[in-house]
């Protein structure tokens, strides 16, 4: 009696193996464009036999996902239009947009032509974007050019106008004369506290002979009586800049007791800038450092300020027993 043999596996795998080659090669013929190209290649790699890679997951997670547009160069020896059109782009701020803004900035400083036709992009530039990067580009070009643009607009009829030249002014000009005499018309007779803020912001102190400092001091000091705070607090952060030799000190006193805390403060500040030495300003000084109904804030710029200033016995026992009364609430914080 024959021994029966037992049959061998290899036709078995070898139909296996031809089964699943066969179904591979035929969905990847079906539907070659639904395939992403690295899974594409890992699978007929796997067909081929070699060993699927570590990151066969991570290939199909990076297929699947969306590739982000590329953000296009700035073309070489771009114009202006094509540059204000690109730093205007909207949505995401790019890295073209940020370069297109830069070359502007660099044709304004040096291309007469770029310049003119920059500030005639004014009159539609309508939106707070567009202003924005007028502004930006042409503030960086004190050329003369550029001031007459600022000064006509300040000396125009629209309160935007005016705002937006005040605001060139005091890149491109703000020391000069034909500024302060600007800016100290402009004071005398507006009413609007937006106009009034941009002229204040252009007087800086520093050039002006004494004539004209003097009619700046007066003029911050009526303003710092106006009755918009903003108007209150800029005057008075304006005349501690002016004021060299604390002359102003009953003004910046009586201002201490303002109703609006930031007017309260810009006169702390003003004291300090001044050096002003007025009993009458350590006397204000003292109360609102004492004034428990007082902002922690408040109260210690002032006990900074009062320490320039020569105290009495008393006067220094107030002076501690305010810190004493703010320093547990600066530790409780802690």
Sequence with gaps: ???????????????????????????????PEAVPAPLAATAAGV???RPAPAGFGDAWTAAAQPERPAVAALPVNAGVD???????????RAEAGYAAEDSLRKLAQNDPAARRKLIGFYATAQTPQARALLQATLSTVPTPDVVFFANRLANGSSPADRAFGFAMLRSV???APETRSLALRTLATEQSPEILLAALSTLESGTAGPEETAQV???????????????RSRSLQQLGQWDKGGEHG??????????????RQA???????????????????????????ESRDLRGSALQVLERFPLSQDEYAQLVRARGQIQPTVQGAR
């Design 1 to 31: 009696m024959k021994s029966s043999t037992p049959a061998s596996p290899l036709p078995l795998i070898a139909i296996v193996i031809s089964f699943a080659l066969g179904f591979g090669f035929a969905w990847l013929i079906r539907a």
């Design 47 to 49: 067909a081929a036999g």
């Design 82 to 92: 094509e540059l204000w059109a690109r730093a205007l782009q909207p949505g995401d």
């Design 173 to 175: 000009a703000p020391n």
């Design 217 to 231: 001091l007066a003029q911050l000091t009526s303003l710092s009586q106006h009755a918009d705070p903003a108007v």
């Design 250 to 263: 009953a003004r910046l006193s009586q201002a201490l007791g303002d109703s609006a805390p930031e007017v």
């Design 267 to 293: 006169a702390i500040f003003a004291i300090a800038q001044t050096g002003t030495r007025a009993p009458s300003a350590k006397e204000s000084l003292l109360a609102l450092a004492g004034n428990a109904q």
